[in-house]
């Protein structure tokens, strides 16, 4: 009537090795991931006015010079434009710049780029200050769930 408990042997070390090979993927994977990620000079970056052709006072470097603070991008009153929020500083003691050239860069979900633009923001940024400024890109590009923003150069006097 009782029968005496039979004592569970462990088939093998199965279990561990599943674990062991799980851990094993996902690591792979997110090396992966990371190592595809595309890399960016980040919402802050600035390139020479070279790019702009635009006049620069000798001694002039808005590549060191010109930071973007802060960014933010939203859709207009009709749902349709990108519209920018940006504040730029100039941290020169003694060039203001003017005439800012920007790329804006739209990135879907799987990181494949939808849309870039580029233009000029009529901003002028004396020595030491920051300025803010609001302006209308291109048509919002559906799917977007990543944005950038770059300094691509600008005019500099002293």
Do not use: C
Request: aromatic share 8%.
């Amino acid at each position: 009537m009782f029968e005496s408990p039979q004592e569970q042997v462990p088939d093998s070390k199965v279990g561990v090795w599943i674990g062991v090979a799980i851990v094993v993927v996902i690591a792979v994977a997110l090396f992966f991931y990371v190592s595809r990620k595309p890399k960016s000079s980040g919402p802050g970056a600035v390139v020479s006015t070279a790019s702009m052709g635009g006049a620069a006072a000798p001694g002039a470097n808005p590549t060191k010079d010109l930071r973007v603070v802060s960014v933010t991008m939203q859709k207009d009153g009709t749902g349709t434009t990108a519209e920018w929020l940006v504040d730029i500083k100039n941290d020169s003691p003694t060039y203001t710049y003017s005439n800012i050239g920007y790329e804006t860069t739209y990135i879907g979900a799987s990181e494949n780029v939808l849309a870039v633009n580029h233009g000029n923001i009529n901003l002028t940024i004396p020595p030491g200050q920051d300025q803010s400024t609001q302006f209308n890109d291109v048509l919002y590009p559906a799917g977007t769930s990543i944005y950038r923003l770059k300094v691509t150069g600008a005019s500099s006097s002293q």
